[in-house]
């Protein structure tokens, strides 16, 4: 993530990764989920802490599930169920439930029929919020495959590119690709020009926007630096979108109009959900491909080292230190985090003191 979006070393309160899983583990039980569920739920969030994903770890995220199943938006306990399901593809429908438990379910079926059959590929439907997309896809990777994985949500958010009103969520993707001694190449990303939550962070921090960012409530993208404005995306009243990546079509938006279309596609209309605007819900598309199927894996992730350190040495040009490759800096997150804690801003801590009181948790954090 940009500078920008981290906490301020000298504000961020550190807590040691067991002690955060602990305590979010408990929330999760708290709010009804079983056991499996729960743990499930809190590795995919502590999966952005330690990456440095802070826009989808417990700062932002945990406090929303929370809010929603005390709202009885979501269903603590779903039965989800197949739809309809062949050798290599299978459709779901999560009941209600929160995606951050039942995608990597999903996830791990499709993992077994690439197994068997070389590729694979599933929709969940009727599912909540899944988390950091990147999560679902690494779990592809130790099994010698490719991992995909695409959520689209509603059209509360983005433009198309000279719209005036939002027809997409931020419809991330991601791509989570195995090598052998080099950290593994992972790319997960909206296809908004800044993910949603990112906005929440600068908010947090009272930081400002950066010109492309997000259009006015008519539409015209704003072209200078300045504060977000208070009002939450999904609120009633709206001063501003977001926009595709790219900002504006002369710098490409169009592009990032296509592949939000090209997610909504792949994770709403065709897991039978409909049109996410139409709807105002959204699905998930997650996919494998065995590599063995395609190529000897062993020379495969020989290829990648080199593929990803030849990046990773590309000589910098100037004003910048080095190059990285997606995947890079969230292994070195992973190293600092797991020894040195994780970073929260002090609001965070605040309200992990408010969600213990009011649901009397004895949570145990600094």
Not at 237 to 257: C, D, I
Not at 347 to 355: A, L, R
Request: proline share 6%.
């Amino acid at each position: 993530m940009l500078e920008r979006f981290h906490v301020p070393e000298d504000e961020a309160i550190r807590v040691m990764p067991d002690r955060m899983r602990d305590a979010t583990n408990t929330i999760f039980s708290a709010m009804g989920l079983s056991d499996a569920d729960a743990e499930l739920s809190t590795d995919v969030l502590m999966y952005a802490d330690l990456n440095g994903v802070d826009t989808h770890g417990v700062s932002n995220m945990l406090r929303m599930y929370v809010q929603g199943y005390q709202a009885g938006n979501i269903n603590a306990n779903p039965e989800m169920r197949i739809i309809r399901e062949s050798n290599v593809t299978a459709s779901f429908d999560g009941d209600g439930g929160l995606g951050l438990h039942q995608a990597p379910r999903v996830m791990d079926i499709v993992v077994e029929k690439a197994k068997e059959h070389g590729m694979a590929a599933a929709t969940l439907m009727n599912s909540g919020h899944l988390g950091a997309a990147g999560y679902h896809a690494v779990r592809a990777i130790d099994h010698d495959m490719i991992g995909v994985c695409m959520t689209g949500g509603g059209g509360f958010a983005m433009l198309p590119t000279f719209g005036a009103e939002p027809r997409f969520g931020t419809n991330p993707l991601a791509w989570a690709v195995p090598a052998r001694n080099q950290p593994y190449f992972i790319f997960d990303a909206a296809t908004t020009q800044v993910a949603g939550n990112k906005i929440r962070l600068l908010q947090r921090m009272d930081a400002p926007i950066l010109p492309g960012w997000l259009a006015r409530d008519d539409g015209s993208p704003i072209m200078e630096e300045e504060q977000v404005p208070d009002e939450d995306i999904r609120g009633e009243r709206r001063h501003w979108y977001m926009l595709p990546f790219g900002g504006t079509r002369e710098m490409g938006s169009h592009k990032g109009y296509a592949l939000a279309c090209i997610v909504d596609i792949m994770t709403s209309t065709l897991s039978g959900n409909g049109p996410g605007f139409v709807t105002e819900s959204g699905g998930h598309f997650f996919s494998a491909y065995r590599i063995d199927a395609f190529t000897d894996p062993e020379k495969f992730k020989d290829d990648m080292d080199l593929f990803l350190e030849g990046l990773a040495t590309t000589p910098p040009a100037p004003g910048h230190d080095r190059v990285v490759y997606p995947g890079l800096i969230e292994s070195e997150e992973r190293e600092d985090r797991s020894a040195n804690g994780i970073p929260y801003h002090p609001e965070v801590m605040e309200w992990f003191d408010s969600i213990n009181a009011e649901l009397e948790l004895n949570l145990r954090l600094p």
